[in-house]
């Protein structure tokens, strides 16, 4: 959803519709970390669980198959 020069993400995860900011100059197609770190700004599975009252291997599990995943081993970054 666009707001003027703004763009609200959201995103549909485990079960629910959650708003995730309000972030200037997205644009389709641009890399979206659900899980991990993008510069400085890290999230892991269990912040999520806590955030949300579930826990870790529930966030992990409902992934699935229905996103690409890769993974990128930290020597590389």
């Given at each position: 959803?666009?707001?003027?020069?703004?763009?609200?993400?959201?995103?549909?995860?485990?079960?629910?519709?959650?708003?995730?900011?309000?972030?200037?100059?997205?644009?389709?197609?641009?890399?979206?970390?659900?899980?991990?770190?993008?510069?400085?700004?890290?999230?892991?599975?269990?912040?999520?669980?806590?955030?949300?009252?579930?826990?870790?291997?529930?966030?992990?599990?409902?992934?699935?198959?229905?996103?690409?995943?890769?993974?990128?081993?930290p020597t590389?970054?």
């Amino acid at each position: 959803m666009s707001f003027g020069t703004e763009t609200v993400v959201c995103i549909w995860f485990v079960g629910n519709l959650y708003i995730v900011d309000s972030i200037e100059d997205v644009r389709q197609g641009d890399i979206a970390v659900i899980i991990g770190k993008s510069g400085e700004a890290e999230i892991t599975a269990c912040e999520i669980a806590e955030q949300t009252g579930k826990i870790s291997n529930e966030i992990l599990s409902r992934l699935g198959g229905r996103l690409e995943k890769y993974f990128i081993h930290p020597t590389t970054l």
